[in-house]
């Protein structure tokens, strides 16, 4: 299939906007996904003149939300909206959740709070056109080029698999797509049809997202029933600039490093991490399944977030039981 039988194209071009098409490596790229992919070339030379150059997606990669201190990050997204949305999102989709944890060993108050965090259940999955923000990070983003280069053809491939308009759908900054967020290189490799209706659509079927969350955090290692992390505190002023690697339960006692509460001592090794709070400092053991999380989105602070809206998820929903 050809693609002119998915992309609906425009004749005309809106002057008033930057173009991407005389970025340079493009013409190539083209050229590579016509030898690769048996794409049409001509179909993607009108596409290309199409596609908007935009220097804020630069500047929006640049200055990540990360860099805000963590209590500020944090108050992003514990509060109300993410919480009672949350909540109802859960209700609506308990059934699904409960199969998706039984099939992939993913707790269900993970994967909600992972939708929540990423788009809030699925009412802010992006604002910029995909075609556009992918291209621009491609070919005017150095840094990480490859990387976009890679995600554009993943891209243009799973178009034409899906059989939607390049031009019509979109992404956060960074090209991420649906319900969960998924780079375009995730949604071929990850997305499943968790409703059972013959198609992958995690832009639009909550049942998809949710089966493709838990199969994405699985894929990359997630252990069930494993801690993900464990609030610790320092029975001494011990120096732990230099604990970068995990070290068993019993290794950390010995410094001075005590989780909070209990803990087995077959707990699984951990990493200890620290995060800045108004108080001074607060001290966490994490775990394998913290990692998997935070390879989502390759942040502690995403994790983290991640994993405290879902305790409040989790208290929540079943303190209010079938009233809920």
């Known amino acids: 299939m050809i693609l002119r039988l998915f992309v609906s194209l425009?004749?005309?071009?809106?002057?008033?906007?930057?173009?991407?098409?005389?970025?340079?490596?493009?013409?190539?790229?083209?050229?590579?996904?016509?030898?690769?992919?048996?794409?049409?070339?001509?179909?993607?030379?009108?596409?290309?003149?199409?596609?908007?150059?935009?220097?804020?997606?630069i500047t929006a990669i640049t200055t990540p939300a990360t860099v805000k201190p963590w209590v500020e990050y944090r108050a992003s997204f514990l509060n109300p909206p993410r919480i009672d949305g949350g909540l109802a999102f859960w209700k609506q989709y308990a059934s699904t959740l409960q199969r998706a944890e039984q099939q992939f060993g993913v707790p269900q108050e993970i994967i909600v709070a992972v939708i929540g965090v990423e788009t809030l259940?699925?009412?802010?999955?992006?604002?910029?056109?995909?075609?556009?923000?992918?291209?621009?990070?491609?070919f005017d983003y150095p840094r990480r080029g490859d990387f976009f280069r890679n995600e554009l053809a993943e891209y243009l491939m799973l178009a034409r698999e899906q059989n939607f308009s390049l031009l019509d759908i979109k992404s956060?900054?960074?090209?991420?797509?649906?319900?969960?967020?998924?780079?375009?290189?995730?949604?071929?490799?990850?997305?499943?049809?968790f409703n059972g209706n013959g198609k992958i659509d995690i832009l639009n079927e909550p049942e998809d997202a949710i089966g493709s969350i838990a199969n994405y955090l699985k894929q990359y290692g997630w252990k069930k029933g494993e801690p993900?992390?464990?609030?610790?505190?320092?029975?001494?002023?011990?120096?732990?600039?230099?604990?970068?690697d995990?070290?068993?339960?019993?290794?950390?006692?010995?410094?001075?490093?005590?989780?909070?509460?209990?803990?087995?001592?077959?707990?699984?090794?951990?990493?200890?991490?620290?995060f800045s709070v108004e108080t001074g400092k607060e001290y966490w053991l994490t775990y394998n399944n913290f990692r998997v999380i935070a390879l989502y989105n390759n942040s502690n602070f995403y994790a983290m977030t991640v994993f405290q809206l879902s305790e409040v998820l989790r208290t929540a929903f079943y303190a209010a039981g079938p009233a809920l």
């Open 121 to 138: 259940y699925g009412r802010r999955a992006g604002r910029y056109r995909t075609l556009d923000a992918l291209t621009t990070l491609a």
């Open 172 to 193: 956060s900054y960074a090209g991420a797509i649906g319900i969960p967020q998924f780079m375009p290189s995730s949604y071929r490799k990850y997305a499943v049809d």
């Open 246 to 274: 995990p070290h068993s339960l019993a290794a950390w006692l010995e410094v001075g490093i005590e989780p909070v509460n209990k803990l087995p001592v077959d707990t699984p090794p951990a990493w200890l991490i620290d």
């Open 228 to 244: 993900i992390t464990q609030l610790a505190k320092l029975k001494d002023k011990y120096s732990i600039s230099h604990f970068s």
């Open 10 to 57: 425009s004749l005309s071009v809106l002057w008033s906007t930057v173009q991407a098409a005389d970025l340079p490596g493009i013409p190539k790229f083209i050229d590579e996904m016509v030898e690769k992919h048996q794409f049409n070339k001509e179909d993607l030379v009108q596409v290309f003149k199409q596609v908007e150059h935009r220097p804020d997606i």
